[in-house]
T-cell receptor, first 112, second 113 residues
Framework: GNSVTQMEGPVTLSEEAFLTINCTYT??????LFWYVQYPGEGLQLLLK?????DKGSNKGFEATYRKETTSFHLEKGSVQVSDSAVYFC???????????FGKGTRLSVIA | DAMVIQNPRYQVTQFGKPVTLSCSQT?????MYWYQQKSSQAPKLLFH???????NEADTPDNFQSRRPNTSFCFLDIRSPGLGDAAMYLC????????????FGPGTRLTVT
C-alpha cells in the first residue's frame, strides 16, 4: 500500500538555523509528492510539489527533491524565520485526482 | 481569486444536535474532499466526490453524511454529534487534467458542548 513517514516533532530551532524535515514514502507506481504547511487555526496550504523523479520543488526558500532511489522527499530551508513556525505535512498522491496520503506532520517552532 | 470557502469558520453545537458544515469552490474542480483533523494530527479523509460519484471511506462513521448538489457546493452533515466529533473539518478540491495537488479551505472548527 501507499504510506508516508516523516520525522517526529516537535522541532525547535533558532532563527536563521538550517532546517531539514525528513520524509520517506512507500508507493506503487510513480506518485506525486507534496509538502503542505498549516499555520495555527488555518487550513493546509500547498508549500511545494514534485511530480517525477529528480524534480526539485521550491517555494519561499523551502526546497525538496524527489529521490526515487531512496524514496525520499526531505524538506530543507537554509535560514528559518519565526514566521515559519507551523506544522508541516508530507503527502503523496498515487495518481491524479485521488485522495492524498499524509504523513503525521512535524511541528516546527522557530525562536528569535 | 479562485478559492475554497468554508462556512462557518467556527461552529458550536450541542451534543446530539444535528449540524451542517458547508464548502464552496470557485475553482470549478470536479473532485471535492472532506477531512477531519484533530489536534494538528494528519487530516483523516471522510468522503470524496468525483463529480457526483460519492466515495465513502470504510471507517467513516454512519453519523457523518455528505451532499454535493452541484459542482460548486458540498455539505457535511453530522446527524448526532458526540464529544468525540469535536475537530477541525477541512474541505479540499482537486481537478483539471493530470491534476494532483489539492486545494484546501480554511477549515471549520466544530465544538460540541
Amino acid at each position: 500500500g501507499n504510506s508516508v513517514t516523516q520525522m517526529e516533532g516537535p522541532v525547535t530551532l533558532s532563527e536563521e538555523a538550517f532546517l531539514t524535515i525528513n520524509c520517506t514514502y512507500t508507493a506503487t507506481g510513480y506518485p506525486s509528492l507534496f509538502w503542505y504547511v498549516q499555520y495555527p487555526g488555518e487550513g493546509l496550504q500547498l508549500l511545494l510539489k514534485a511530480t517525477k523523479a529528480d524534480d526539485k520543488g521550491s517555494n519561499k526558500g523551502f526546497e525538496a527533491t524527489y529521490r526515487k532511489e531512496t524514496t525520499s522527499f526531505h524538506l530543507e530551508k537554509g535560514s528559518v524565520q519565526v514566521s515559519d513556525s507551523a506544522v508541516y505535512f508530507c503527502a503523496l498522491a498515487p495518481s491524479g485526482n485521488t485522495p492524498l496520503v499524509f504523513g503525521k506532520g512535524t511541528r516546527l517552532s522557530v525562536i528569535a | 481569486d479562485a478559492m475554497v470557502i468554508q462556512n462557518p469558520r467556527y461552529q458550536v453545537t450541542q451534543f446530539g444536535k444535528p449540524v451542517t458544515l458547508s464548502c464552496s469552490q470557485t475553482l470549478n474542480h470536479n473532485v471535492m474532499y472532506w477531512y477531519q483533523q484533530k489536534s494538528s494530527q494528519a487530516p483523516k479523509l471522510l468522503f470524496h466526490y468525483y463529480d457526483k460519484d460519492f466515495n465513502n471511506e470504510a471507517d467513516t462513521p454512519d453519523n457523518f453524511q455528505s451532499r454535493r448538489p452541484n459542482t460548486s457546493f458540498c455539505f457535511l452533515d453530522i446527524r448526532s454529534p458526540g464529544l468525540g466529533d469535536a475537530a477541525m473539518y477541512l474541505c479540499a478540491t482537486s481537478g483539471g487534467l493530470a491534476s494532483y495537488e489539492q486545494y484546501f479551505g480554511p477549515g471549520t472548527r466544530l465544538t460540541v458542548t
